[in-house]
Structure formats: C-alpha cells, structure tokens
C-alpha cells in the first residue's frame, strides 16, 4: 500500500511516495455440515499465506494435532462474493476448537502472551525438542539473520514487518514468511512446514527478525523446534520455557556476536563453552 508522507531529514523537507505495511483482521469461522458456522476467532495479520497462518496458529493452540485434523479450510464465498478476510474451517474435533477459542477474542498484532498462555498447559502438549546433529557453528548462527533478511522482500519495500525463518542443521533457509505480528509470521511458517507433514521439526533452526516473548518459544516448542535464534533479546519468561523444556534460544545475534540464553549445549563454542 502506498501513501505520500512528508519526510524531514537534516533540516530538508521533501514530500514522496512510501510504501506502508498492510494490517487488516482475519476472522475464522467454524463451520459444521449441521449447524450455522461459528465465528472463532478475530486476529490482525498482514494478508497473505492466510491458510499457513491458520495451520500454525491452531497447531500452537492445541487445537489439531496435524494437517489432517483439517477438514477444509477457504476463504468466505457465496455466489460471486468471495472474503479474503474472513475464513471457513472445517475440523474433525470441532468441540476442541470452541474450548480453546470460544474466546471470540481480538488479538493484537503485536500481542505479548497469546493463546494458551500458561506454563502449565504447554507442559501438558510439549515434549523437549530433539537436535541429533553436531553443535551448531558460530558462523552458522551469526549467517542465519542476513539469510533471513534476504527472504523478506516486504520488509525491504516497507521496512514495518516481521519475519520468520526455517532453516535446517546446515543453514540451509527453507522458508521464510512475514507478517505485521512476529508472532503470526512464526505461525505462518508452521503452517508452512505442517501441511508438508513435516512436524516435528527436529533438527531445525527457527529465526526470527526481532525479540523472543513466552508466545514465540512455546509455538517453536510446539512445532518441535531446537533451536530458536533472534535478532533482538528474549523475554525472561522466553527463557525460563527455554530452560524448563530444553530450547537453545540465542539471541542478540548481530555481526559476528550472540548470546546464548539457553542449551549452549547446541552450539560449537569451543574452548569457550560455558562451564557449569
């Protein structure tokens, strides 16, 4: 979406075009072949990929377990109207839906501690991670922003969105989405890797372009994911999940320098490894 803005930049004043980051609200419907459908849930996202989003973020949830608890999933049509914004869904465990998101509630975009939003009930549907390859090479890691930062042509063109990045145990990207809400541009690439059958991911690396909160952790650690690696810094609450369910969570990862948080175990640190 462009827009003209008026720029000050060292005393000069210049009006020019600028391309802006679209938010628009997605709404799921719950749909049944006896009954009215059911409006879920209202979540803001950047539009695009809608499909993968609702994979990944019922998948967090706990409200499927893979793809094929998905009976139908398509945007609004009726006749020659069609919603982009609005999305049917069909689940084989329709119940399961109405008591994990009976909420009907409107997420932000940037929201803090979304869905479950309890230690407790993650530890009740995740399991620790598993990583079976060697310890993850510093170079690797510090490379693995600037790959994701390649990924992410919307961000270039509006410098306003977030990215999500699966690698696997070489460096090697496999996806990347965006999205104004970090945390839907992770549940995005979930999606992504759920309707490929490719959960747990095992042996993969999740990057994100900005900080780590609760939210994100837990939807790595639902997915299965290892090792979790971010520009910015983690949450204390990202950390203690991270610690408690044995996540490697890096962070600050900038230039040629990173810290890690958690399972330092997972990454080669040589004769600098952390001592106990």
Known sequence: MRREVVTFD?????????DLAREEPLELRLVEEDGPEEALMVTMRTPGHDGELVLGLLRAEGVISGAADVLDLRAWSE?????ENVVRIRLRDPA???EVLVRAIVTGSACGVCGSGSVERL???AAPPVWSGPPLAPDLLCALPVAL??????????GALHGAGLFDASGRCLVVREDVGRHNAVDKV?????????LPLSD???VVSGRVGFEITQKALVAGVAVVCAVSAPSSLAVEVALGFGVTLVGFVRGKRFNV???AERVALGAASVQP
């Open 204 to 206: 993969h690396v999740l």
């Open 96 to 98: 399961r839906a109405r």
């Open 190 to 198: 979930v999606g992504w890797a759920l309707a490929r059958g490719l």
């Open 10 to 18: 060292g005393g000069e004043v210049t009006v020019r075009p600028d």
């Open 149 to 158: 930062r390649e990924g992410q042509a919307l961000f270039g063109a509006t």
């Open 261 to 263: 948080y958690a399972g």
């Open 123 to 125: 530890a009740l549907r």
């Open 79 to 83: 006749g020659d109207m069609t919603l």
